[in-house]
C-alpha cells in the first residue's frame, strides 16, 4: 500500500490475509527478531510487503484510535511499516509528532534485538507511548524497531528508511 492512499476501514477490505486461512490455534505471534528478519530488512532491502497484516502507513499522520478502527489487528496487536521522518533535514532526531493529536515520546532507552542462533545484534526496539495534545499520557503503547547491517546493494531503489511499529493498548 503506499503511503499517500487513503485509508481503506478494515470492515470494507475484501482482501484476505494468510492470518484467515490458518487453522484454529495456529497465529501470527512473531519474536522480536523474526520480526526484524523476516519482515523490516526484506521491506528496506527488497522493498517487500508481507502477505500478512503489517500495513504500510505514516503512522504520525494518524491518532492511534484512528489506526486501530481503520485496520485489522493480530489478536489485539497491529503492526505498521513507517519512513523514517527527521525532525530537521540535517539532523538525527526521529519527529514523532502527530499533527494535531499529540506524540509519542520515548519511554526507555533502545533495547538490543539479537539473533538466536548466531547472538549478533540485529537491530534495536524502543517503546513509545502516546501523549495528547493536552500533554497526557494515553493507553496507547508502541514498539519501534530498526534494523542493523542492512545489505542495499548500489543504485537499489531503496535508499528510504523504513521503521516496523508494534501498537498496542494497556489494559490496567
Known amino acids: ?39 523490516l530488512k526484506r ?10 497484516r503489517i500495513y504500510g502507513v505514516h503512522v504520525y499522520s494518524h491518532h492511534p484510535n484512528e489506526l486501530t478502527e ?5 489478536e489485539g496487536i497491529w503492526y505498521f511499516f513507517t519512513m523514517r521522518e527527521r525532525k530537521h533535514q540535517t539532523g538525527t532526531r526521529v519527529n514523532r509528532r502527530t499533527k494535531d493529536f499529540g506524540y509519542w515520546k520515548s519511554t526507555q532507552k533502545d533495547t538490543k534485538v539479537y539473533d538466536f542462533v548466531t547472538r549478533r545484534v540485529l537491530g534495536t526496539k524502543r517503546p513509545l507511548a502516546f501523549y495528547d ?6 493507553e496507547w503503547l508502541m ?10 546493494p548500489n543504485g537499489s531503489h531503496s535508499n528510504k528508511v523504513y521503521l516496523l511499529f508494534l501498537l498496542f493498548p494497556v489494559i490496567s
Open 133 to 138: 495534545e493536552k500533554d497526557q499520557k494515553t
Open 1 to 39: 500500500m503506499a503511503e499517500d492512499q487513503q485509508i481503506v476501514p478494515y470492515i470494507q477490505q475484501e482482501l484476505r490475509d494468510y492470518d484467515d486461512a490458518l487453522e484454529p490455534g495456529y497465529r501470527f505471534c512473531p519474536t522480536d527478531s523474526e520480526l526484524i528478519i523476516y519482515y
Open 70 to 74: 481503520r485496520y485489522r489487528s493480530c
Open 143 to 152: 514498539y519501534e524497531y530498526t534494523c542493523n547491517n542492512l545489505n542495499i
Open 43 to 52: 521491506k528496506i532491502e527488497l522493498g517487500e510487503q508481507p502477505r500478512c
